[in-house]
């Protein structure tokens, strides 16, 4: 199988070990900058072109699209499908899970229970916004933000708001969200693959913080899921579409909740806590739908 890998950086761990799993398993495969590639749209002549060279014959491709290149990344991915080329995650699905609101409402249509979440963009509508979400803390967060970046825990009612007021002068989208006490500074981040949970590690947050990412300093464990967990995780990879998916989720004292889905989750942390080779099963996965 020819495979692609659209990536920025090829240095990158989870870029390098994407090509190690399909290299070991007898693919060729081949790392892409999606903001090299360029493309020609025209009806019954759509071709798309890296580096002065046609891209041909790629039978699959795993995009790990950074949220700097969403919308061009995922046009390049979205004409890559049109050829014909198989994809875990498509473009669509992408474009979903990067947004967290629309995200957040595709998964509460089916039923995937979260934490409360507002959005309004009104300041005269304020007031009665935080109402409907109740008494603070609340947790504000960028709309596209990513890595724990963009997010903030207001303790008090007037601090919700001048968060709110900071981020409507910079013009920015984002939620505003209940925050869970008891989750402790912990989530637990659950890597989907076809429908499977095939890893998960809890992690926790440095002290004093409340975002337990780990490119904030946050550690990890491996983590054993309960069934309900489990089912959680694989609902909302399918609700938004990803075949491959990173679902955090929060122990709660009314159940797991549904905290994020990410379309481009990052390997190395999952793969040194639980010691499960994760890009393997993904190749596999690729083998499985494209035939091979």
């Known amino acids: 199988m020819k495979i692609a890998v ?42 798309i072109r890296y580096r002065g060279k046609a891209l ?25 499908e049109m050829l014909g080329v198989y ?8 474009l979903c899970a990067r947004d967290k609101l629309r995200c957040l409402q595709v998964l509460a249509a089916q039923g995937i229970p979260m934490p409360m979440t507002v959005f309004g963009d009104n300041p005269d509508d304020t ?16 709309n596209e933000g990513s890595q724990g970046n ?10 919700s708001q001048s968060v709110i007021e900071a981020f409507r002068g910079l013009y920015a989208n984002f939620v505003v969200q209940e925050f869970i006490a008891e989750a402790k500074g912990c989530d637990l981040r659950c890597f989907v693959v076809g429908g499977k949970v095939v890893a998960a590690m809890q992690r926790e947050a440095t002290p004093g913080d409340f975002r337990a ?17 489990r089912r959680l995780a694989v609902r909302a990879a399918e609700a938004v579409g990803l075949g491959i998916a ?45 035939g091979q």
Do not use: W
């Not at 090829?10 to 495969?29: D, F, I, K, N, P």
């Not at 875990?88 to 992408?94: D, F, K, L």
């Open 87 to 94: 994809t875990p995650n498509p473009s669509g699905a992408v």
């Open 150 to 159: 963009g997010v903030v825990l207001a303790e008090k009612r007037a601090a």
């Open 213 to 229: 990412n780990l490119h904030r300093g946050g550690s990890a464990v491996k983590a054993v899921l309960s069934a309900e967990e």
């Open 246 to 290: 990173g679902v955090d989720l929060l122990r709660s004292r009314r159940g797991p909740l549904l905290l994020e889905v990410n379309a481009s989750p990052g390997l190395e942390g999952i793969e040194t806590a639980t010691g499960v080779d994760v890009s393997a099963h993904i190749i596999r996965y690729l083998e499985r739908n494209v």
């Open 6 to 47: 659209l990536s920025r950086n090829t240095r990158l761990y989870s870029t390098r070990r994407l090509v190690e799993a399909a290299r070991q398993r007898g693919h060729v495969v081949r790392v892409l900058d999606p903001l090299r590639c360029y493309v020609r749209i025209a009806p019954g002549d759509m071709a």
């Open 56 to 80: 041909r014959d790629f039978e699959a491709v795993i995009p790990r699209i950074g949220s700097q290149s969403t919308f061009y990344g995922t046009a390049v991915l979205r004409q890559l």
């Open 127 to 142: 007031d009665d916004l935080l109402a409907l979400l109740g008494e603070p803390p609340h947790v504000i967060k960028l």
